[in-house]
């Protein structure tokens, strides 16, 4: 019931019960208790104008905030009193307002305040939950939806699933609500390498848990590892070979002129081997060092026609055979670097090639890439070897590769300055029937988006 119906009502009764007095106690005198009568009549209905006038304002004050106080409203509506007043419904419907304002602007600044750290949660490459003490998720960004591979719809309000790492995560939380320590562990499976980090939030009963996808890093200090080994098997043996011929020289009292000749030709040999080898792995390392601070505006095929007189003019034997789709290839890149690529594949096809040599190399431009293809008809790969044949120091014929002088850097050399510019390179090969390489760089339009 309203407050003015509740005054009226009070009002209504009021009169009622001295209407029953004067009619119990004058009610025997007609002009009198008509007097009587009347005259409670006038001031049981001024009273009661009076009381609902006053009421109105209150009335609709609490009009306007209800539809906000039973949630149909989001935001606490502006009261405004009909008629300009200045009596003190008027300033309390004005302080009402502006206490309103005030309590809008710290709503919004709040609601500010959680999209802007939603959005920083959101950016991070970490995945972070919050996990109430019942082991529920109470948040997720989209890292750790990806983390625990379940949709951030499903995961948010439940419980933990039952696998290894969502166990591994909820005895996490729990241990560091239980004991208000900061709790870390790591998790590693064959596809992930983590690091789980879980904090309380005491005042909020509440626990935060962190997960860190160090799964690159350890790739890298795997492939480090990797590097260093196979660099060291490499580098062993050449300089096992030198120092066998040095202690042959050295213990030996009469060797013959011949016999020196053919030692000193295979420890020169030996130790042009072992330059090339360390050559490679300091132009790896320069290459994987640089930056695009050396990246300048290029054309592919110009590039490809320089190497092209380049390796005619080493191997006037070759046939080389172009087959220019385009005739520019405008590039933003290292001009230098894609010509010891390119030379690198067309050394590599004269290198496994029967005499006669034939190459054939074509441009092309496909879906926003320009493509370089280089054909050779060589002895080719066999299927097993050719998802590793970019790996250092991987060799297909160990035997023919260091008769032909190769130290199994270049094609990862080849690689890696594709890789640097963006772009990708496949090859395909068939054993006995040669290998085509085909290199694929963005243009300087896509590069600029």
């Known amino acids: 019931m309203s407050f003015r119906k509740k005054v009226l009502l009070g009002d209504t009764l009021l ?219 490499e580098l062993r043996t050449p300089i096992t070979i030198l120092r066998g011929f040095a202690e042959v020289l050295a213990d030996a009292k009469e060797l013959t002129p011949g016999l020196v000749q053919e030692i000193g030709e295979k420890i020169l040999k030996t130790s042009h081997r072992l330059e090339k080898l360390v050559k490679g792995l300091l132009t790896l390392t320069d290459i994987e060092n640089s930056s695009s601070d050396h990246f300048f505006s290029c054309d592919l095929v110009t590039i490809a026609e320089n190497c092209q007189l380049l390796l005619k003019t080493a191997h006037p034997q070759v046939e080389i055979q172009w087959d220019k789709q385009i005739e520019k290839g405008p590039l933003i890149a290292d001009a230098d670097l894609l010509e010891m690529a390119i030379m690198n594949l067309l050394e590599n096809a004269v290198r496994y090639s029967a005499k006669p040599v034939r190459i054939q190399m074509s441009s092309g431009f496909t879906l926003g890439h320009y493509q370089l293809i280089i054909k050779d008809f060589g002895i080719g790969i066999p299927q097993k070897d050719l998802p590793h044949i970019f790996n250092r120091f991987y060799r297909v014929d160990k035997g023919r590769s260091r008769k032909a002088g190769g130290v199994g850097l270049g094609l990862s050399i080849v690689k890696t300055i594709v890789e640097k510019h963006k772009g990708k390179i496949s090859v395909e090969s068939e054993l006995g029937n040669g290998s085509q390489f085909t290199l694929s760089f963005p243009s300087k339009d896509s590069c600029a988006k």
């Open 15 to 233: 009169f009622l019960f001295f209407f029953f007095v004067i009619f119990l106690w004058i009610g025997k005198d007609v002009g009198i208790f008509t007097f009587g009568t009347l005259l409670l009549f006038v001031y049981t209905f001024t009273t009661g104008f009076i009381a609902y006038r006053f009421s109105f304002p209150i009335q609709y004050i609490l009009d306007t905030i209800t539809p906000f106080q039973e949630g149909k409203a989001e935001y606490l509506p502006r009261i405004s009193l009909p008629n300009s007043r200045s009596d003190e419904f008027f300033k309390l419907a004005t302080t009402l307002n502006a206490l309103s304002e005030k309590i809008q602007k710290q709503i919004e600044t709040l609601k500010a305040q959680r999209i802007e750290t939603e959005e920083i949660l959101e950016s991070l490459a970490e995945g972070v939950l919050a996990v109430d003490r019942s082991a529920v998720i109470t948040f997720a960004n989209q890292a750790a939806s990806q983390l625990l591979k379940i949709p951030r719809e499903i995961i948010v309000g439940h419980s933990f699933l039952n696998s290894a790492l969502h166990r591994k995560c909820e005895e996490m939380v729990l241990q560091s609500l239980q004991t208000s320590e900061i709790n870390e562990q790591t998790w590693n499976d064959e596809e992930k390498h983590l690091v789980l980090f879980s904090a309380p939030l005491s005042r909020q009963h509440k626990a935060i848990l962190v997960l860190q996808d160090k799964t690159v890093d350890r790739k890298l200090v795997d492939m480090g590892k990797h590097f260093i080994a196979n660099a060291s098997h």
